[in-house]
């Protein structure tokens, strides 16, 4: 397993690193699918960071109750003053998601830019930890850089992500080192992918898993 990295240095900064280098493109595909959630009702959210998106989903479901996992303190106190009007629909707990144990039933697990915090088996670890604690029919939002198979952008996204990667372990002290195949992980925990679009040419994506 991946020593836990620290994301408290940069918590503060996280919001303002990210749109120097990406602007909004990040905060788009994290949201991207955010109209298709209207009929959530329990949702978790791990590696929540500063809470952008958990204060997005709030804002436009009213019916939604968040628990809102991550390992970082001053991420969560950041997640935590930007959802200060939701509290009432809000849990917070700071803890590694892979030791994270549901003590509820949630229609949508949603991961932004999470699962490349993790190698693949931590990911296939998570997901078969969670499976029992998801509805019928729930859902999974990925949000993460990608390497497309081929073209053009595919030398660019790799040389991208292994300057991101190099960033963070030097920032965060993050292990990891590559994406994760995060889609034979969903697939054999028998998920489909219902919903997929991709921006700057395919080096970030946003796609909706559903368990059928
Ligand atoms: C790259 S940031 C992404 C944050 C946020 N989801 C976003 O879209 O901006 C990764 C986040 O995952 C958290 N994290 C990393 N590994 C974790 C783990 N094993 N358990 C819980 N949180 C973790 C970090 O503290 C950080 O807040």
Redesign the pocket.
């Known amino acids: 397993m ?1 020593a ?5 240095r940069i ?1 503060r900064l ?2 303002w690193m ?1 749109w120097l280098s990406f602007g909004p493109l ?1 905060h788009r595909t ?1 949201t991207a699918w955010l109209r298709e959630l209207f009929e959530v009702r329990r949702a978790l ?6 809470g ?2 958990t204060r997005d989903l709030l804002r436009t479901n009213r019916q939604v109750h968040v628990h809102a ?4 303190a001053v ?1 969560l106190q950041e997640l935590r003053r930007r959802c200060r009007p939701y509290t009432d629909r809000l849990v917070i707990t700071q ?6 144990v549901p003590d509820a039933s949630y229609d949508l697990v949603a ?4 699962l ?3 190698s693949e088996a ?1 990911v296939e670890q998570l997901v078969q930890t969670l499976l029992p604690s998801l509805t019928d029919n729930a859902r999974w939002l990925v ?1 993460d850089f990608h390497i497309p198979q081929q073209g053009a952008m595919r030398p660019i996204a790799a040389l991208l992500t292994r300057i991101l990667y190099a960033a ?1 372990r030097l920032l ?1 002290g ?1 292990r990891a080192n590559h994406l994760p195949d995060h889609t034979s992980v969903l697939q054999r925990a028998g998920m489909v992918c219902i919903r997929r679009c991709v921006f700057l040419g395919g080096i970030l994506i946003s796609e909706l898993w559903q368990r059928p």
């Open positions: 991946n836990t990295p620290n994301f408290d918590a996280y919001r990210e990040l994290r959210i791990l590696g929540d960071g500063d952008r998106f996992v991550d390992l970082s991420m803890d590694n998601a892979l030791n994270f991961t932004h830019f999470f490349d915090c993790l931590e949000s963070f965060t993050l």
